[in-house]
């Protein structure tokens, strides 16, 4: 069984339309929630490691928030270079989830 | 910034022959991986390493690879008599300790002809 559940599988956003992503897990006793970013053909580029509910972490257009049950990448004023598949895992089982691809149009 | 180094880039192989992919994680780290991801799909969890010894693999790791750390610094995954399934991009990745973000290298790219 999945432990780790992306959605949506696809978005797409214009520029400066702000969203969110979700990821789901299904773990108990979470020793740390991954984001990464991956861009076609490229291996995966850490973002954020969150490690407790109510964390919350920021780099330039992305802030990532943790709860007991999920995790949100946030996006805001996305621009077209931040069209890319994000993707979460759990430390606990080293598995990713499938990911979100987002694509922001100019 | 340190970085994790595959190669090849690409390999072609013959269905039936054995391929070595090999890596260098950051000098470091501690611990090891092996992902591979099929044209489309999701980066799946092959094996982890840790102290010379595996720690953890999927289901899909399983005879036709295996894994090894032959010095201080390289890391391979070796696939035996390898399926036309096998055609995927394989990424090494690395890690300073429980808790760390993973590094990962550019991948592989393996073609079963």
């Known amino acids: 069984e999945d432990q780790v559940t992306q959605s949506p599988e696809a978005l797409r956003l214009q520029e400066g339309e702000s969203s969110s992503l979700n990821c789901s897990y299904t773990?108990?006793?979470?020793?740390?929630l991954f984001w990464y970013r991956q861009d076609p053909g490229k291996g995966p580029e850490f973002l954020f490691t969150?490690?407790?509910a109510g964390e919350e972490k920021e780099k330039e257009r992305l802030k990532a928030t943790l709860t007991k049950k999920e995790s949100f990448l946030h996006i805001t004023a996305p621009k077209p270079e931040d069209s890319a598949t994000y993707l979460c895992?759990?430390?606990?089982?080293?598995?990713f989830g499938a990911g979100t691809r987002l694509t922001v149009k100019p | 910034e340190p970085e994790v180094t595959q190669t090849p880039s690409h390999q072609v192989t013959q269905m039936g022959q054995e391929v070595i992919l090999r890596c260098v994680p950051i000098?470091?780290?501690?611990?090891f991986y092996w992902y591979r991801q099929i044209l489309g799909q999701k980066v799946e969890f092959l094996v982890s390493?840790?102290?010379?010894?595996?720690?953890?693999k999927s289901e899909i790791f399983d005879d036709q690879f295996s894994v090894e750390r032959p010095d201080g610094s390289n890391f391979t995954l070796k696939i035996r008599s390898t399926k036309l399934e096998d055609s995927a991009m394989y990424f090494c990745?690395?890690?300073?300790?429980?808790?760390?973000?993973?590094?990962f290298g550019s991948g592989t790219r393996l073609t079963v002809v």
């Open positions: 990745a690395s890690r300073l300790g429980t808790g760390y973000g993973y590094t």
């Open positions: 773990v108990s006793g979470l020793r740390g």
């Open positions: 969150l490690y407790s």
């Open positions: 895992a759990v430390d606990n089982d080293m598995r």
């Open positions: 000098s470091n780290h501690l611990y």
């Open positions: 390493f840790y102290n010379n010894e595996i720690s953890e």
